[in-house]
């Protein structure tokens, strides 16, 4: 079955203890973004990549961190987590956001809370 | 900026109501086009898509949307809603680059 799968679906931890959410997508994506969704905000973009080893900056990136050095993987990094990265992350992946296969598939999101 | 506003954040409509939701986007060149969905507890997943051709898309469910190039516009829409129908929808627009951008959402509660 073709899906996005992010690890974990809830966390809760304490300023400043480093975090890593997992995502693995199974459909050969070359595109895969980090989003972050908050009540009246929408999604925004945190980090995006293109491709293996190559990343860019979304609109919220500051506190995160990525990596892209499979194709199917695109771990999310928090150093050091501050209250106000609670939020609902969703990991998403797409063949080529920039054409007309630019559908996003989302995973089922991971629930993070900073105390 | 591009950006993308969705102009009611609560709809709440009986079952059997027409549905439109409003979306503009702020972007003057070729656009992607997409709605959302987000039911109770789950991920986002996609309903329609616009990126070229007859500017009336139909997606699943019943869902149709309209994109109106003069006035940035892609409203969805449905003709009789359902309980099942309850959900926040998103609206998002691709220029073509790497970047989708969504709008805040808007939250649909259909009472049964």
Known sequence: EAQVTQNPRYLITVTGKKLTVTCSQNMNHEYMSWYRQDPGLGLRQIYYSMNVEVTDKGDVPEGYKVSRKEKRNFPLILESPSPNQTSLYFCASSLDAGTSTGELFFGEGSRLTVL | ?112
């Open chain 2, 1 to 112: 900026a591009q950006s993308v506003s969705q102009h009611n954040h609560h709809v709440i409509l009986s079952e059997a109501a027409s549905l439109e939701l409003g979306c503009n986007y702020s972007y003057g060149g070729t656009v992607n086009l997409f709605w959302y969905v987000q039911y109770p507890g789950q991920h986002l997943q996609l309903l329609l898509k616009y990126f070229s051709g007859d500017p009336l898309v139909k997606g699943i469910k019943g869902f149709e949307a309209e994109f109106i190039k003069s006035k940035f516009s892609f409203n969805l829409r449905k003709p009789s809603v359902q309980w099942s129908d309850t959900a926040e929808y998103f609206c998002a627009v691709n220029t073509g680059g790497f970047k989708t951008i969504f709008g805040a959402g808007t939250r649909l509660f259909v009472k049964a």
